[in-house]
């Protein structure tokens, strides 16, 4: 089970920290990622981490804007999040997958298991 948290309502120019914890099976070789959903919208990557070696990967809007960290001895995975913009409104999920190649870490279907998912409202 993965259960998402820390979204809330934020100000532009704001900075929001998710959380996602691991429970319930061994996650522990399964990789992670966050991608967001607004209505009406497909599913989005945001950003994911490889847990074995902490290797990182961006969607371009999100490069220097967003890091995505572990923390393997809590089986948790962050995403902090600053320069908040409006656009940045949605309910971002977390998911765990073992991948394999290099193009699917931005892929939602290569990821197995998912979250609840939190909302993140950003107000201008």
């Known amino acids: 089970q993965l259960q998402a948290s820390g979204g809330g309502l934020m100000q532009a120019g704001g900075s929001l920290r998710l959380s996602c914890a691991a429970s319930?099976?061994?996650?522990?070789?399964?990789?992670r990622g966050w991608f967001r959903q607004t209505p009406g919208k497909e599913r989005e990557f945001v950003a994911a981490?490889?847990?074995?070696?902490?290797?990182?990967y961006y969607a371009d809007s999100m490069k220097g804007r967003f890091t995505i960290s572990r923390d393997n001895a809590r089986n948790m995975v962050y995403l902090q999040m600053s320069s908040l913009e409006p656009e940045d409104t949605a309910v971002y999920y977390c998911?765990?997958?073992?991948?394999?190649?290099?193009?699917?870490?931005?892929?939602?279907?290569?990821?197995?298991?998912w979250g609840q998912g939190t909302q993140v409202t950003v107000s201008s």
């Open positions: 998911a765990a997958g073992r991948i394999y190649y290099s193009s699917s870490w931005y892929v939602d279907s290569e990821y197995t298991y």
């Open positions: 981490i490889n847990w074995s070696t902490g290797s990182t």
């Open positions: 319930g099976r061994s996650f522990s070789l399964h990789d």
